[in-house]
């Protein structure tokens, strides 16, 4: 199986910030990788796949980038109602693994 | 409008079998772009994926769990069904399903779960 680890777990960022999470996986993966944004209770969202495509209706402050094992996905200007957990998964071959997760906190 | 709900019991003893069913509504489970997962997180953990089934009836295990799950579907009551059997109090957790869609980059497809139903919380216990 192919691991998925993502660095911070956690990060405590102010409003306007800009917030880089990145995702590793254990193997190439090409660019079979898909974000998801999840907050307390909720469903997760997916915000991007193919490594750099957002989804539709998903703000432009979001972007991703990378391919083969090293991913970020990058907040230009954090808004309030970003404060969620991020979570990165590859789709390149079965199973389907996510990454850990990243808290993003309110500092 | 797509839309996916989750069903099945809250509670469930040891060593007994979960099911859960998936209702799809907005989309068919034989458009050939598309399929459901199935997805769990334990309280206060990680997301784990669990199962898939696409509409050429492709299905894909989690490899930790493999022994225990099945996945099938009825297309023509849209929906699909997750069963795990030997439930165990570490199973305690938000059952999700999902679309998995195949998007088209102009030179590959991509997949990504675009659409997630609300969930539903089991628990294991006697």
């Known amino acids: 199986d192919i691991q998925l680890t993502q660095s911070p777990s956690f990060l405590s960022a102010s409003v306007g910030d800009r917030v880089t999470i990145t995702c590793r996986a254990s193997q190439g993966i090409s660019s079979y990788l898909a974000w998801y944004q999840q907050k307390p209770g909720k469903a997760p969202k997916l915000l991007i796949y193919?490594?750099?495509t957002l989804q539709s209706g998903v703000p432009s402050r979001f972007s991703g980038s990378g391919s083969g094992t090293e991913f970020t996905l990058t907040i230009s200007s954090l808004q309030p109602e970003d404060f969620a957990t991020y979570y990165c998964q590859q789709l390149n071959s079965y199973p389907f693994t996510f990454g850990p997760g990243t808290k993003v906190d309110i500092k | 409008q797509v839309t996916l709900k989750e069903s099945g019991p809250v509670l469930v003893k040891p060593t007994e079998t979960l099911t859960l069913t998936c209702t799809v509504s907005g989309f068919s489970l034989s458009n050939a772009r598309m399929g459901v997962s199935w997805i769990r997180q334990p309280p206060g953990k990680a997301l784990e994926w669990l199962a898939h089934i696409f509409s050429n009836d492709e299905k894909s295990y989690s490899t930790s769990l493999k022994s225990r799950l099945t996945i099938s579907k009825d297309t023509s009551k849209s929906q699909v069904v997750l069963t795990m059997t030997n439930m165990d109090p570490v199973d305690t957790a938000t059952y999700y399903c999902?679309?998995?869609?195949?998007?088209?980059?102009?030179?590959?497809?991509?997949?990504?779960?675009?659409?997630w139903g609300q969930g539903t919380t089991v628990t294991v216990s006697s």
């Open positions: 999902a679309r998995i869609i195949a998007f088209w980059s102009g030179q590959y497809y991509y997949y990504g779960m675009d659409v």
């Open positions: 193919a490594a750099s």
